[in-house]
């Protein structure tokens, strides 16, 4: 199982970033996929995950209307779209997956066993 994640960089706060997990080594149909981001001190926290299918979305309160998860199972890839970014976004996002269900999502991080690298987002006020 490999996922990589890229789109990470410095931007303003108010500025939109466009994260990538590109993924290979298992059957992504069956598989939910979450972003969680960590930063120093803390756990990872479980962004946004969605269903194999897309079918279901999960989205924390914090990042609600400002972010977009989406999927494309042909191409085997997760995006995450953040826009109107704040600095409390700051942090390292991480994409992570594991075998999901067909009629829910859960984004806890103790749910997915399978782990990228993470890519560094910071903003800046």
């Known amino acids: 199982v490999q996922l990589v994640e890229s789109g990470g960089g410095l931007v303003q706060a108010g500025g939109s970033l466009r994260l990538s997990c590109a993924t290979s080594g298992f059957r992504f149909g069956d598989f939910a996929i979450g972003w969680f981001r960590q930063v120093p001190g803390k756990g990872r926290e479980g962004v946004s995950c969605i269903s194999p299918r897309g079918d279901y979305t999960f989205y924390d309160e914090s990042v609600k209307g400002r972010f977009r998860i989406g999927r494309d199972n042909s191409k085997k890839s997760v995006r995450l779209q953040m826009d109107n970014l704040k600095p409390e976004d700051t942090g390292v996002y991480y994409c992570?997956?594991?075998?999901?269900?067909?009629?829910?999502?859960?984004?806890?991080?103790?749910?997915?066993?399978?782990w990228g690298q993470g890519t560094q987002v910071t903003v800046s006020s």
């Open positions: 992570a997956a594991d075998l999901g269900y067909p009629d829910h999502v859960i984004c806890g991080e103790d749910e997915y066993e399978n």
